[in-house]
């Protein structure tokens, strides 16, 4: 496959450089060509992960396409003088494709979350997207990944959402994802925010880039995860200083 997008690289990850709507436009036509694609949703926490886990940088080069998730991203690739046009998150992306996904009557399988987490996103999706078929939908507390491999097999849907959060997911989708020509993407959190469990910013807060603020007020147990930001930004200046 020559590749749809140019890309631009921060710590040795190829992010797409495009707009969230080409994107979206890209995957439409992927999945109605039943090609096999792996999407990552990717935010400075991934990346930093990544540099210090060999197995998971591996994983992350076998993807397809990998977005800018997060403002971390964005503002990295400005540090490095390689702009990217803006940020491109799992949730819209996962929402923008249900949507399709109902007006073209797809099938999706729902994989992760609580039981009762993942009985809500049914039931929303039921409601608000009524037309799209879920072909199978199992929580994120399983034992036996052969089992659940062969039940998305034997789902055959066109699109796969997996919110094992990372580096779960994306090891899981890198192992199997030979065994279904659809569309594998790892949403993290997403479900969490489609049952309505966890509230998304609201709509000031993403367009001035606080997103990550807000959870931070509403979670403050994600303090020590968000520490890794700083440290981030100082890396990739340091890089940028070097080249």
Same mark, same amino acid.
């Given at each position: 496959?020559?590749?749809?997008?140019?890309?631009?690289?921060?710590?040795?990850?190829?992010?797409?450089?495009?707009?969230?709507?080409?994107?979206?436009?890209?995957?439409?036509?992927?999945?109605?060509?039943?090609?096999?694609?792996?999407?990552?949703?990717?935010?400075?926490?991934?990346?930093?992960?990544?540099?210090?886990?060999? =197995?998971?940088?591996? +994983?992350?080069? &076998?993807?397809?396409?990998?977005? $800018? @998730?997060? #403002?971390?991203?964005?503002? /990295?690739?400005?540090?490095?003088?390689?702009?990217?046009?803006?940020?491109?998150?799992?949730?819209?992306?996962?929402?923008?494709?249900?949507?399709?996904?109902?007006?073209?009557?797809?099938?999706?399988?729902?994989?992760?979350?609580?039981?009762?987490?993942?009985?809500?996103?049914?039931?929303?999706?039921?409601?608000?997207?009524?037309?799209?078929?879920?072909?199978?939908?199992?929580?994120?507390?399983?034992? =036996?990944?052969?089992? +659940?491999?062969? &039940?998305?097999?034997?789902?055959? $849907? @066109?699109? #796969?959402?997996?919110?094992? /959060?990372?580096?779960?997911?994306?090891?899981?989708?890198?192992?199997?994802?030979?065994?279904?020509?659809?569309?594998?993407?790892?949403?993290?959190?997403?479900?969490?925010?489609?049952?309505?469990?966890?509230?998304?910013?609201?709509?000031?807060?993403?367009?001035?880039?606080?997103?990550?603020?807000?959870?931070?007020?509403?979670?403050?147990?994600?303090?020590?995860?968000?520490?890794?930001?700083?440290?981030?930004?100082?890396?990739?200046?340091?890089?940028?200083?070097?080249?």
């Amino acid at each position: 496959m020559s590749a749809p997008f140019t890309t631009v690289s921060i710590l040795n990850v190829p992010f797409i450089n495009t707009t969230n709507a080409a994107f979206v436009a890209q995957l439409k036509q992927d999945i109605l060509a039943h090609h096999n694609r792996f999407v990552v949703t990717a935010n400075p926490e991934i990346l930093m992960y990544a540099r210090e886990h060999p =197995d998971y940088q591996q +994983v992350l080069k &076998q993807a397809d396409y990998i977005t $800018p @998730d997060g #403002i971390g991203v964005i503002q /990295g690739a400005q540090i490095l003088g390689t702009p990217l046009p803006e940020r491109i998150t799992g949730y819209d992306t996962l929402l923008d494709l249900l949507q399709w996904g109902h007006e073209q009557r797809q099938r999706v399988f729902f994989l992760g979350a609580k039981p009762e987490v993942l009985k809500q996103v049914v039931a929303t999706v039921k409601t608000q997207y009524p037309n799209l078929v879920i072909a199978g939908a199992l929580d994120g507390y399983y034992d =036996d990944e052969a089992t +659940v491999v062969d &039940q998305i097999s034997a789902a055959k $849907p @066109d699109m #796969i959402f997996i919110a094992t /959060g990372f580096p779960k997911q994306e090891f899981f989708i890198a192992k199997y994802r030979h065994r279904v020509d659809g569309l594998w993407m790892g949403v993290g959190g997403s479900f969490d925010v489609l049952a309505g469990a966890v509230k998304r910013a609201p709509k000031f807060w993403q367009d001035h880039h606080i997103e990550w603020l807000y959870r931070l007020i509403k979670e403050p147990s994600r303090f020590k995860r968000m520490l890794v930001l700083p440290r981030y930004l100082r890396l990739v200046k340091k890089i940028a200083k070097q080249s």
